[in-house]
């Protein structure tokens, strides 16, 4: 079964440089999550998108953005990256069934995006 | 706002044994998902099991059981026959079913080892 894909795989960029990752949900998927995940913490939400439109907001800085395409695919772009931007970034997708029917996210793999 | 708390940053099981990981949670609302999610080294996050508020019957997945108790918001993991394969650390999530692209919210983790 085709899973979320995530691209690239692993990122290095200097600081105060831009990057952008790409997210790729499973077929028929409408929502699209973003998470953050540093070093030995826990996955903090980003943002999340439904049918292309942003649906939530997380703890996510100005210098970053990002948008839901009308083939449903997403892009995070961050820009001024900092040191502390260094983390895994997951991008994960779902189906909107109804209230009580939603079912469950599916993760990528992952981004790594080490600012040095 | 909702939290997850897993106060085992670390356990430890033999194999062929048993173990279970603790999560409580803090939440005024009713209706609402718990997740457990399984991160390997190689930081995929794969779903586990996964429990629905309403439903009072404890959700099962092959070795995998939770012991869901909704008043007082306690939703723990066991691990029955353990395997070398289910060391990880596992996270604990909420997820409330009201709203579109809801998001998760995680607990910090239980490191998992297993040892011969």
């Known amino acids: 079964a085709a899973g979320v894909i995530q691209s690239p795989r692993h990122l290095i960029k200097e600081k105060r440089e831009t990057a952008t990752l790409k997210c790729y949900p499973i077929?028929?998927?409408?929502?699209v999550y973003w998470y953050q995940q540093g070093p030995g913490q826990d996955p903090q939400f980003l943002i999340s998108f439904y049918e292309k439109m942003q649906s939530d907001k997380g703890s996510i800085p100005d210098r970053f953005s990002a948008q839901q395409f009308s083939d449903y695919h997403s892009e995070l772009n961050m820009s001024s990256l900092e040191l502390g931007d260094s983390a895994l970034y997951f991008c994960a997708s779902s189906l909107i069934v109804d209230h009580l029917g939603n079912t469950e996210a599916f993760f990528g793999q992952g981004t790594r995006l080490t600012v040095v | 706002a909702q939290t997850v708390t897993q106060s085992q940053p670390e356990m430890s099981v033999q194999e062929a044994e048993t173990v279970t990981l603790s999560c409580t949670y803090d939440?005024?609302?009713?209706?609402?998902?718990l997740f457990w999610y399984k991160q390997p080294p190689s930081r995929q996050m794969i779903l586990v099991i996964r429990q629905e508020a309403y439903k009072q019957q404890n959700a099962t997945e092959n070795r995998f059981s939770v012991n869901f108790q909704k008043a007082a918001k306690s939703f723990s993991l066991k691990i029955s026959d353990s395997q070398l394969g289910d060391a990880a650390m596992y996270f604990c999530a909420y997820r409330s079913a009201t709203g579109t692209a809801s998001k998760l919210t995680f607990g910090t983790g239980t490191r998992l080892q297993v040892t011969l």
């Open positions: 939440t005024s609302e009713s209706d609402y998902y």
């Open positions: 077929p028929r998927h409408d929502t």
